[in-house]
C-alpha cells in the first residue's frame, strides 16, 4: 500500500474541536445561569428601593384615645362595652377591645385591667 493512499484528509466540518456533555454546560449553560441569577438579583434589588420610600412614610399612625378600666366580678365584655361606649354598636366596641388587649377569648378575670376605647 502506499503512503499517498493512507492520508487522511480533512474537510472543513471537522476541525478537531468537540465538546461533549460538560464541554457544552460549561460553555453555553454556565453563563446563561451567571446571567439569570444577576438578572434576579437585579429584580431583588430594584425591587426593595421601590417599596422602600413607601414603608418610610412620615406619617404618624392615628392613635384613638384609650382608657384603662378594672373588671370586676360578674364583668363580661358585652357589659364593659355598654359602660364605655353606651351609644355605639356593642359588637364593634367589643372587637376593639379584644384588638386593644390581645385577647384571644371572651375570658375576663376580676381585677384584669383593660384598655378600652374612650367615649
Same mark, same amino acid.
Given at each position: ?26 460553555? #453555553?449553560? $454556565?453563563?446563561?445561569?451567571? &446571567? *439569570?441569577?444577576? /438578572? !434576579?438579583?437585579?429584580? #431583588?434589588f $430594584?425591587?426593595?428601593?421601590? &417599596? *422602600?420610600?413607601? /414603608? !418610610? ?8 384615645p384609650v ?7 360578674g ?15 356593642r ?12 385577647l ?16
Amino acid at each position: 500500500m502506499s503512503t499517498a493512499a493512507s492520508v487522511v484528509t480533512r474537510t472543513a466540518g471537522s476541525a478537531g474541536f468537540h465538546l461533549n456533555r460538560r464541554g457544552r454546560f460549561l460553555f #453555553v449553560g $454556565l453563563p446563561i445561569l451567571v &446571567v *439569570a441569577a444577576l /438578572a !434576579a438579583a437585579a429584580a #431583588v434589588f $430594584l425591587g426593595a428601593h421601590a &417599596v *422602600a420610600p413607601a /414603608a !418610610a412614610s412620615p406619617e404618624r399612625p392615628v392613635v384613638a384615645p384609650v382608657e384603662s378600666v378594672t373588671v370586676d366580678y360578674g364583668d363580661t365584655l358585652w357589659s364593659v362595652a355598654g359602660q364605655v361606649a353606651p351609644d355605639a354598636p356593642r359588637n364593634q366596641t367589643i372587637l376593639r377591645i379584644g384588638e386593644l388587649n390581645d385577647l384571644t377569648g371572651s375570658e375576663l378575670q376580676p381585677g384584669q385591667v383593660l384598655f378600652v376605647p374612650r367615649g
